[in-house]
């Protein structure tokens, strides 16, 4: 009868104990995450606070200005989302807390009972006689080892009963405990969530005060950007020089007597195997590369598309500009070869870097500490950021594949 009741309660209480602590491994992982990425925003939220507030004095009402506050709200946005998924992964926590307390409780109390109920059955069977007596009115000596037997199963039964219920008790005292952290820590999230919200709104109503003054301006901005864009017509034009110039000289080296050069299938130029290294190295890191700068945030990214808060605003670029500190470095992103230094309308001084048959430029820079023809390597300085009449800092970066241009943000470590 001991064994028909304890080893299924046995079994019970140790898988409730595994899948306790498989969930919570679970939890703590999605929480560390969770806790992570909050880290990472607040972290750029910090950068992105501490770069704006350098151009304060100086900002005007222009759509680099608005381009930059648009980024800091979108980050502002995704800080509060997080925290909101955080209130709700905390709920999540509560509530399985909650039913484990519950399921605790009716366990402690099946297992009291069962214990009683042991009890009870062990002293019917013994008919009210006293241990001593139990044993030794045995009619054999087979009877009395049985009886010994019996008393030992029946004493080591009831200790195990019993230091399953103190166990389950602590357990639930401990959940208990747990579910008051809990309880705290949500009122906490909430009211961070709450501040940040409050943060968000103020960051939407300046963003909107620069929409509703930019959207007067309609006409303004249509030629500022439509002379952008010559300007950048003009930079590509130039890249794309520099680029078949030095196709063309690879070409010509190739066709020199014992020379190591060959173009493979998919490759824009000829290439000697050190060089074709290079190239291979700098494809095998894409999405690994660091940035132009060391702090800083994208204003205006790659590609042509409508303006995120400007109706009838087009934007276009084949790179990405990066808003930054005033006087920052300006880094190479790879070993590489300064293949061309120009200065360039619109966009200041320019760097070009080539990396095998893959290229990096670098523009709006106020000086430049290379020279033409220097190797360098990745993370070497390169010059320094200029600032605009605005009083922002940006660096242009692009990134060339032979003459293809290439997303530059799809080659970064992501921020």
């Known amino acids: 009868m001991l064994r028909k009741y304890l080893i299924p309660f046995s079994l019970l209480i140790g898988f409730i104990f595994f899948s306790a602590l498989e969930l919570a491994a679970q939890t703590s992982l999605t929480r560390e995450q969770l806790e992570k990425q909050k880290a990472e925003v607040q972290a750029r939220l910090q950068e992105f606070d501490k770069i704006l507030k350098q151009t304060t004095a100086t ?44 399921s605790l409780e009716s366990q402690l109390i099946e297992l009291k009972a069962e214990y009683g109920r042991m009890i009870y059955n062990a002293s019917k069977m013994n008919r009210g006689l006293s241990i001593v007596s139990f044993v030794f009115s045995s009619a054999n000596f087979n009877q009395l080892y049985a009886r010994l037997m019996y008393l030992k199963q029946y004493t ?17 005292i401990d959940q208990r405990a747990l579910l008051d952290e809990k309880k705290i820590e949500k009122e906490k999230v909430l009211v961070e969530e709450q501040k940040e919200r409050a943060q968000l709104d103020k960051m939407k109503r300046e963003q909107q005060g620069l929409v509703n003054t930019l959207s007067s301006k309609e006409r303004d901005i249509q030629k500022q950007i439509a002379a952008t864009k010559k300007q950048q017509d003009q930079l590509n034009r130039m890249i794309k020089q520099v680029i078949e110039d030095e196709i063309r000289r690879a070409e010509a080296a190739a066709k020199k007597e014992n020379s190591t050069a060959t173009k493979k299938s998919g490759t824009s130029m000829p290439m000697t195997p050190e060089v074709a290294a290079l190239s291979n190295s700098f494809a095998g890191n894409k999405g690994r590369l660091p940035w132009p700068v060391e702090t800083g945030f994208v204003t205006q990214r790659f590609g042509t598309y409508p303006h995120p808060t400007l109706k009838g605003i087009t934007m276009e670029s084949d790179g990405v500009d990066i808003r930054t500190e005033p006087n920052s470095n300006v880094r190479a992103v790879f070993d590489g070869t300064v293949t061309k230094i120009t200065t360039m309308p619109g966009f200041g001084g320019t760097v070009i870097i080539k990396h095998g048959e893959y290229y990096t430029m670098y523009s709006k820079l106020k000086t430049i500490t290379v020279k033409s023809g220097q190797t360098v390597s990745s993370k070497d300085v390169i010059g320094q950021v200029a600032t605009g009449a605005e009083g922002e800092a940006e660096v242009h970066f692009q990134t060339w594949k032979g003459l293809t241009v290439m997303n530059p943000s799809a080659w970064l470590t992501s921020k």
């Open 59 to 102: 900002k005007k009402n222009s759509i680099g200005e608005l381009n930059a506050v648009t980024r800091q709200f979108q980050t502002q946005n995704r800080l509060v989302n997080t925290l909101d998924r955080e209130v709700k992964l905390i709920n999540k926590e509560i509530n399985e807390t909650e039913s484990k307390i519950k």
């Open 156 to 172: 080591d039964s009831r200790k195990q009963q019993a230091a399953q219920i103190e166990k389950l008790s602590l357990e639930l």
